[in-house]
């Protein structure tokens, strides 16, 4: 097939630092479900050895580990170390926030090494008024454009500066993603909503490096594309759990009860997070595509090519083996759902969004059913994809909402319904 051949001739070449490529997108990307090669799923219950998993200890203990270190090597990248002194400064709290509908706090989580290196993340917070009496479960997420953007209270600090982008600091940035953040409806539902921006702990830009957090642990000055051991994707999920070991100390947060959310490439982020951070009780993935949810086999959509060559700091150096060659790859993305077994995952597609191969991510859901039966589990229940508009609940969840890539009021209720589920009546 033209596609996967032009990927193949191009990925003898390594196009990081030239974007001559991207002139023929069009021809690497399949949108014809008639034109996806045959490819076999591989299970995630198969060991390097060969033998089966056949029970919920084997597969905590043995299997899981491995998955784990592969995606470690291979992908994610390792996980950063814990720095040397980590502190927590309160830089603001109102108890009349949203028209006196919730408790607000603005947090900045300091990470300072002997070096006298430092790095700071900065949290916003809304939690229903009960929270002052009772903590609240939550939900929490990575931004793309400040903390400012996702609320519609002018006073909220803004965030994100380290992107380097005047245009996110601007006054018109404030409350432009609103609906993605649904703060209101959250507290009158019962949660807490947190939220950072991703560009705080590491600059979504192949030389973002050196502004990172990364630069806590060796000197990246001047360093720009692919690194052999971390990854933007695996600082930005190390940032969300350091935002939950804060959450462990907030009066307002009941931190046994978090679920991790994320759009797009913050979906991919999300899944990695909750992957190799089991305190996440719920994983929430929504529009995630190539590299989140989806199926790389599949090759529809958003491929390894492009994503490796457009985006060289999301994934570690040995991942550039599997460029035109996801048949080849270890792994598939149904072990990454597999990853989070027992735990509830929710995935999230938009009819619209063939670059992010909605089929795919409910098939990665779907693959992973074999690892929550060994704890009981039906996991999705079924390989049969719903039609648009309609949820189906499950301890591995899918909706395909009408539209294009977005994060919506129609895929927060789902959301909000699986945490009720989980959060309240379990």
């Given amino acids: 097939m033209q596609h996967i051949r032009l990927g193949k001739e191009l990925a003898q070449t390594d196009f990081g630092s030239d974007p001559s490529w991207r002139e023929r997108i069009d021809e690497l990307t399949n949108y014809d479900e008639a034109l996806v090669p045959d490819y076999e799923v591989p299970s995630p219950l198969l060991k390097a050895d060969g033998s089966k998993v056949r029970s919920a200890f084997d597969w905590v203990n043995f299997r899981r580990p491995e998955i784990l270190q592969l995606y470690k090597d291979e992908m994610y990248g390792q996980s950063p170390p814990l720095p040397d002194q980590v502190s927590y400064q309160l830089l603001s709290c109102r108890h009349d926030a949203l028209d006196n509908t919730a408790l607000r706090k603005e947090v900045r989580l300091h990470f300072r090494m002997r070096s006298g290196k430092a790095h700071y993340i900065d949290l916003l917070l809304y939690a229903p008024k009960s929270a002052a009496e009772k903590p609240a479960p939550a939900f929490l997420g990575l931004c793309f454009k400040g903390n400012h953007a996702c609320t519609d209270e002018k006073d909220v600090r803004m965030s994100g500066a380290r992107q380097k982008d005047p245009e996110l600091l601007q006054e018109e940035m404030r409350g432009t993603q609103v609906e993605r953040w ?18 705080d702990i590491f600059p979504d830009r192949a030389d973002g490096w050196q502004d990172s957090v990364l630069s806590l642990f060796e000197d990246l000055q001047g360093f720009r594309g692919s690194h052999q051991y971390y990854t933007a994707i695996g600082a930005w999920a190390w940032g969300l759990s350091r935002a939950l070991d804060y959450l462990h100390s907030d009066p307002w947060v009941d931190a046994s009860r978090v679920a991790v959310h994320g759009h797009s490439r913050l979906g991919k982020t999300s899944l990695w997070a909750g992957a190799s951070d089991p305190r996440f009780r719920i994983v929430i993935s929504n529009n995630s595509g190539c590299g989140g949810a989806a199926l790389a086999r599949r090759m529809l959509g958003e ?23 996801e048949e080849n790859m270890p792994f598939e993305q149904n072990f990454l759902i597999a990853l989070c077994a027992p735990r509830p995952v929710a995935i999230g597609s938009a009819s619209e969004d063939l670059w992010a191969d909605p089929k795919g991510e409910f098939l990665s859901g779907a693959h992973a059913n074999e690892v929550y039966a060994l704890f009981g589990s039906e996991g999705s229940g079924t390989f049969t994809q719903p039609e648009p508009g309609k949820y189906h609940s499950a301890d591995i969840s899918y909706h395909l909402r009408q539209g294009k890539h977005d994060q919506t009021a129609f895929d927060w209720h789902h959301y909000v319904q699986i945490a009720e589920k989980y959060f309240f009546r379990s």
């Fill in 182 to 199: 649904h703060f209101r409806e959250l507290v009158k539902a019962g949660f807490a909503g947190v939220v950072a921006c991703y560009h």
């Fill in 303 to 325: 491929t390894n090519i492009v994503i490796a060559n457009a985006f060289p700091h999301w994934f570690v150096k040995p991942f550039r083996k599997y460029i035109a060659n």
